[in-house]
């Protein structure tokens, strides 16, 4: 009997509140939760006394701020520091995005997951999609993932483009064979800008993205191939929000992030994931995949204990 192939969901809901999500409780991110694990951060970065972003492309002033155990990682909360954490399992300092102009990256020292998948395991199919274009127009997410699709939220509206997003990756999981895959969902973000975080718009954009994941999640189950494969979804933010609307300081309504990982078929109680952070999630695919982490690598991040 061959041994089960290892796929892994990384699904990333940008300017989402940990606190909203518990307080509107979607079905399938709740459903996650509970037969899985999850946990909550803090972001070790943020500016103090500057202005706060109001839009997902707006750059403002940078300022210093301390950092995590005495680094001082000079960053905004911000969604261009935040996903390409994400992406390369490294902090702003090292990855070089500290707020959304993405100035002066580092992707090519310290490439996102996807890629070192590929780099390390070529037979291995992996994809990227999602409705903030910038994140392929600076090189978060490179050009050696084999399916990509980048949308511009700010052209299309940002509905519209997670709609299209969610819709590619759902055709995409059910018809072919990736191995490791990247959806990006922002209306949450964009929402929270206009109206705040706490808005009945907030929830309704809440509600569709965590349907979009459930329709993700059927595809995964229905494929041909599911009894021989088991999948492990991550489903994280980049930042959160003001209860006013916008980010980029040091509150913990801003620096707050969360993480929820589910093995599908598998029933974990809804068990703590400790603290886990940004930096993390990349590994944690990783060694899903059986790519582990060299040093010489030199990522902040490291596989979850689950």
Not at 68 to 95: C, E, L, M, N, Y
Not at 276 to 299: F, I, K, N, Q
Request: proline share 8%.
């Amino acid at each position: 009997m061959s041994p089960l192939r290892n796929k892994v969901l990384v699904v990333g809901m940008d300017g989402l509140r940990f606190d909203r999500l518990l307080a509107v409780g979607p079905p399938v991110l709740s459903a996650l939760m509970s037969s899985g694990a999850y946990g909550t951060s803090l972001l070790p970065y943020g500016e103090a006394g500057t202005p706060r972003t109001e839009s997902p492309g707006e750059v403002v002033p940078k300022s210093p701020e301390p950092g995590d155990g005495g680094r001082v990682i000079r960053s905004r909360t911000d969604s261009g520091p935040g996903w390409s954490s994400i992406a390369t399992s490294a902090w702003p300092d090292k990855h070089g995005v500290v707020d959304n102009g993405f100035a002066a990256p580092q992707f090519k020292k310290f490439p996102d997951f996807l890629t070192r998948v590929k780099q390390a395991r070529p037979e291995l199919t992996t994809s990227a999609f999602f409705s903030w274009a910038a994140l392929d127009e600076h090189g978060a997410f490179s050009h050696a993932i084999d399916h990509k699709l980048a949308l511009d939220g700010y052209a299309l509206g940002w509905a519209a483009a997670d709609q299209q997003v969610a819709g590619t990756a759902e055709r995409h999981l059910a018809e072919d064979d990736p191995d490791a895959v990247f959806v990006y969902l922002g209306d949450t973000d964009e929402v929270a800008h206009d109206l705040g975080p706490l808005c009945p718009e907030y929830t309704a954009a809440l509600q569709t993205q965590d349907a979009y994941l459930g329709r993700l999640l059927d595809a995964v189950r229905g494929r041909a191939a599911y009894p021989e494969e088991r999948w492990t979804v991550l489903v994280t933010t980049d930042h959160g929000h003001v209860d006013e609307g916008g980010h980029g300081g040091t509150s913990d309504a801003e620096r707050t992030v969360f993480v929820i990982a589910n093995r599908l078929g598998e029933d974990l109680g809804g068990r703590s994931l400790g603290a886990p952070r940004l930096v993390d999630v990349g590994p944690t695919a990783l060694a899903w995949l059986g790519v582990p982490v060299d040093p010489a690598w030199d990522l902040d991040g490291a596989p979850f204990a689950w």
